[in-house]
């Protein structure tokens, strides 16, 4: 079920799904490549789901948009120092919209799939955190 009908296309069914898109696994890059996807733009789109899954929850509007840093200033209302321990996510901005446009694409440094595969999770780990409560049934 969607957690709200209002401002975004995020539903509990999708996080259920995500922690296992932003798992650390040796196999990830590997299925994702299988896939047809980059690795890194499956992180980012990973933790922005789960930013936005935090959001909707709250009933905060946000922008459509793919910036992590502005989803985190939304965020920010919510829990400042959570905001603040993820800025750097904000990495994964450019690895999840430049990456899908092979014309744009930037260089990826090695390490840069592992450091968004360990991004993602600690994204997930954060908003987890906050929203198991919720998706517990026990807040209302």
Do not use: N
């Not at 509990?12 to 922690?19: A, F, G, K, V």
């Not at 996510?89 to 014309?103: F, H, I, K, N, Q």
């Amino acid at each position: 079920r969607c957690l709200s009908d209002w401002s975004s296309d995020v539903c509990s069914s999708d996080l259920i799904r995500l922690p296992r898109i932003s798992m650390c696994q040796s196999s990830f890059p590997r299925r994702a490549a299988a896939s047809g996807r980059s690795p890194v733009s499956i992180c980012q789109q990973a933790a922005k789901k789960y930013l936005k899954a935090l959001l909707v929850r709250h009933q905060i509007e946000f922008p459509q948009t793919h910036d992590i840093a502005k989803l985190l200033d939304r965020v920010a209302t919510i829990d400042a120092k959570m905001a603040d321990s993820l800025r750097d996510a904000d990495m994964l901005t450019p690895l999840g919209v430049e990456v899908r446009y092979p014309s744009d694409a930037p260089e990826l440094l090695p390490g840069s799939e592992t450091e968004a595969i360990r991004m993602a999770g600690r994204v997930k780990d954060a908003v987890m955190a906050l929203l198991q409560p919720y998706l517990d049934g026990g807040a209302p």
